[in-house]
């Protein structure tokens, strides 16, 4: 089994380092006004609402892209 290194998002620069799923989700967490408290505070500190509304846009995201490939 291979070990992933975790790698600390601080800035918008460092999103490039992550793999593409993560990278997304910290693109939307950006877009939405986020970043700063994921980044400060971790992912556990959103609220239920918060996490749903990122991820509703990835599924939407993923969607359009699986249909643009189809």
């Known amino acids: 089994m291979i070990?992933?290194?975790?790698?600390?998002?601080?800035?918008?620069?460092d999103i490039k380092k992550l793999e593409k799923e993560?990278?997304?989700k910290w693109e939307i967490a950006a877009e939405?006004?986020?970043f700063d408290k994921v980044?400060?505070?971790g992912w556990k500190s959103l609220t239920?609402?918060?996490?749903?509304r990122i991820?509703?846009?990835?599924?939407s995201r993923n969607k359009k892209e699986?249909?643009?490939t189809d």
Do not use: F, P
Not at 3 to 13: A, D, R
Not at 48 to 52: F, K, V
């Open 66 to 68: 699986n249909k643009k």
């Open 32 to 34: 939405i006004g986020l």
């Open 48 to 52: 239920s609402r918060e996490s749903g």
């Open 3 to 13: 070990k992933k290194k975790k790698i600390e998002v601080k800035t918008i620069e």
């Open 39 to 41: 980044a400060s505070t």
């Open 22 to 24: 993560d990278q997304a």
């Open 55 to 59: 991820g509703g846009i990835l599924a």
